[in-house]
């Protein structure tokens, strides 16, 4: 798609921040104008790398964002396990206010061979028909030796190719390279395999078959098979590809109380370690922490430690919907003699007014991935992700955030999510924090609150001897603002001292209804996220928000 710039009557100086507060939503601004669909730009000079060169300066003048909500995570009937058309989940995202939502449909040699191109001309079709909708087309990947990825590219001419290519030549299931397990005879192929699949997307994007590509692991503590040392070799194989994981998976629905029994968890974080986990993890690293996954929810954590290497790797939320809670749709019956492998899609579902069985919520309707951009256009989501202007809620918790690192006393704009700061010794930040409260009750009928904004900062200490390493020591909570009862938008003012090393600072807050100390002790995080007890997670009254980290490099 042509980005084109944005329209003189739209001031790039009006950040959308001050739009909200004027009553004027970025969403309603554009499709006022009849141009929801168009590519955008919000000013400012063109977006720079997460890393920037070796003798090169770093940031201090990030562009003006907006933010583009979406989903990274969705399955319709061209998955085996799922169940909806493709017009019930793009509808139901337009319902909930997505702006950008990726069909990831897990592999399979149905899908592989029939699947990917009959999906592929429904959306096609439905960009034609509904440009208000960035709809991407993507891959579950069956990662050898480990869990699953979305893959997805940027449209043009080659997007399903490249897909059912990466398919059927490096999908760990198709391949049977599953093995992962330490010491078993096919680990190490299995898991060299999974990087030779990033390089080979990033050797596509290089020599322009398609116009971008990215990688998410999802999911990665479900099963505990996503060892930190392999999470490590992806993101070092092309970390301009390999860019992050599932901060907090989806099936958030899973341990709504009453409906799936007293085991249930969110996420469906229910197995138990098995030989194929990796033998570090402790046992409560299969449990979600307010919904998040443990790697990103345990301040001083897996995540945190990959941070402290002073790469970024950002996380996102989705829905991963395949079964809606509540819902009375069934999947329909096979015709005789057919079958996913013969067919790649599944027969439409049908309406049976009873409610069926469910962990998922619609996209957008609970899981929501904030991403700043600069244009409206698919590659410019892709770039929002790719530099990491990425935050997360759940529940509508925010209406926006908008973040920003700056040394003391200067007027410009500063460094935003997934930036870099390089200051000198002793010099003083401030981190402006301009939170939106949200101003309309979300789909389950509540006006949620925040409570409270956490600054998280930990050490950068670079690349980590032990490739298992899941802790990085020097990471805690370091400041804690009360901000029940504000409305409206309001900003936060904190000063960031600077010392002898270079560190990281990221964000976190919820709505206040569930807290406890964090998994790494109260000195390190005193009111962090906790499990829910089996059957009893209510989604809806244990809500958070995260972004992504800011960087700053201490100059001698």
Same mark, same amino acid.
């Not at 399979?108 to 096609?124: P, Q, R, S």
């Given at each position: 798609m042509t980005e084109q710039q944005l329209p003189a009557w739209a001031d790039p100086s009006v950040s959308p921040a001050a739009l909200d507060a004027q009553g004027v939503s970025r969403r309603g601004l554009l499709r006022s104008a009849g141009l929801f669909g168009a590519a955008f730009a919000l000013g400012g000079a063109a977006t720079t790398p997460a890393v920037a060169a070796a003798g090169q300066g770093y940031g201090g003048e990030d562009p003006r964002l907006a933010y583009l909500v979406g989903d990274h995570h969705v399955?319709?009937?061209?998955?085996?396990?799922? /169940?909806?058309?493709?017009?019930?989940? $793009? @509808?139901?995202?337009? #319902?909930?206010?997505?702006?950008?939502?990726?069909?990831?449909?897990?592999? &399979?040699?149905? *899908?592989? *061979?029939?699947?990917?191109?009959?999906?592929?001309?429904?959306?096609?079709?439905?960009?034609?028909? &509904?440009?208000?909708?960035?709809?991407?087309?993507?891959? #579950? +990947?069956?990662?050898p030796a480990a869990e699953h990825c979305t893959v997805f590219a940027a449209p043009g001419p080659h #997007?399903?190719?490249? =897909?059912?290519?990466?398919?059927?030549?490096y999908d760990g299931k198709l391949l049977g390279y599953t093995e992962g397990a330490a010491g078993a005879t096919d680990t190490a192929r299995n #898991? $060299?395999?999974?990087?030779?699949?990033?390089?080979?997307?990033?050797?596509?994007?290089?020599?322009?078959?398609?116009?971008?590509? =990215?990688?998410?692991?999802?999911?990665?503590?479900?099963?505990?098979?996503?060892?930190?040392?392999?999470?490590?070799? +992806?993101?070092?194989?092309?970390?301009?590809?390999?860019?992050?994981?599932?901060?907090?998976?989806?099936?958030?629905?899973?341990?709504?109380? %009453?409906?799936?029994?007293?085991?249930?968890? !969110?996420?469906?974080?229910? &197995? /138990?370690?098995?030989?194929?986990?990796?033998?570090?993890?402790?046992?409560? $690293?299969?449990?979600?922490? %307010?919904?998040?996954? +443990?790697?990103?929810?345990?301040?001083?954590?897996? +995540?945190?430690?990959m941070l402290a290497e002073g790469r970024l790797f950002s996380i996102t939320t989705n829905s991963d919907n395949h079964r809606t809670v509540f819902d009375t749709w069934k999947n329909g019956d096979w015709p005789a003699g057919q079958n996913f492998d013969d067919t790649g899609k599944l027969p439409d579902p049908v309406n049976t007014d009873t409610p069926q069985a469910g962990s998922d919520f619609w996209p957008g309707q609970f899981s929501r991935t904030h991403v700043g951009v600069?244009?409206?256009?698919?590659?410019?989501?892709?770039?929002?992700?790719?530099?990491?202007?990425?935050? =997360?809620?759940?529940?509508? =918790?925010?209406?926006?955030? @908008?973040?920003?690192?700056? !040394?003391?006393?200067? &007027?410009?704009?500063?460094v935003t999510l997934g930036g870099r700061l390089r200051v000198r010794k002793g010099e003083k930040l401030t981190l402006n924090i301009t939170v939106t409260s949200t101003s309309r009750p979300n789909p389950q009928g509540i006006l949620p609150e925040l409570a409270h904004v956490d600054v998280i900062r930990g050490a950068v200490r670079g690349a980590v001897s032990d490739r298992d390493t899941w802790q990085a020591p020097d990471t805690?909570?370091?400041?804690?603002?009360?901000?029940?009862? !504000? /409305?409206?938008?309001?900003?936060?003012?904190?000063?960031?001292?600077?010392?002898?090393?270079?560190?990281?600072?990221?964000? !976190?807050g919820s709505d206040g209804n569930r807290h406890g100390t964090g998994y790494l002790g109260a000195f390190v995080d005193p009111h962090g996220p906790i499990p829910h007890d089996p059957g009893n997670g209510d989604p809806w009254a244990d809500t958070w928000f995260y972004s992504n980290p800011i960087f700053v490099d201490v100059v001698r």
């Open positions: 399955h319709s009937v061209y998955s085996h396990d799922a /169940k909806y058309t493709f017009s019930q989940l $793009a @509808e139901a995202a337009a #319902e909930y206010g997505l702006d950008w939502m990726v069909f990831n449909e897990h592999s &399979n040699f149905g *899908h592989a *061979h029939y699947g990917a191109a009959m999906e592929h001309k429904e959306i096609l079709e439905a960009r034609a028909a &509904n440009p208000r909708q960035l709809i991407f087309q993507g891959l #579950e +990947w069956y990662i #997007e399903v190719d490249l =897909l059912t290519q990466f398919e059927l030549a #898991e $060299a395999h999974a990087v030779k699949a990033v390089k080979w997307l990033a050797e596509q994007r290089r020599k322009g078959y398609v116009d971008d590509v =990215l990688v998410l692991a999802n999911h990665p503590l479900r099963l505990g098979i996503d060892s930190p040392h392999e999470m490590r070799a +992806w993101r070092d194989a092309a970390p301009e590809i390999m860019i992050g994981m599932e901060g907090a998976p989806g099936a958030q629905g899973a341990a709504i109380p %009453g409906w799936r029994g007293n085991t249930s968890v !969110r996420g469906e974080y229910e &197995n /138990k370690p098995s030989a194929q986990s990796w033998a570090g993890y402790p046992a409560n $690293a299969y449990l979600t922490y %307010g919904g998040f996954d +443990w790697a990103t929810a345990t301040v001083g954590g897996l +995540w945190d430690s600069t244009r409206y256009g698919y590659r410019a989501v892709m770039t929002g992700l790719r530099e990491g202007r990425v935050w =997360l809620d759940h529940g509508h =918790l925010l209406d926006g955030l @908008e973040v920003r690192l700056r !040394r003391e006393h200067s &007027n410009g704009r500063g805690k909570v370091v400041h804690t603002t009360d901000v029940s009862g !504000r /409305k409206g938008t309001y900003t936060l003012r904190v000063t960031v001292p600077v010392g002898d090393e270079s560190f990281y600072v990221r964000l !976190r």
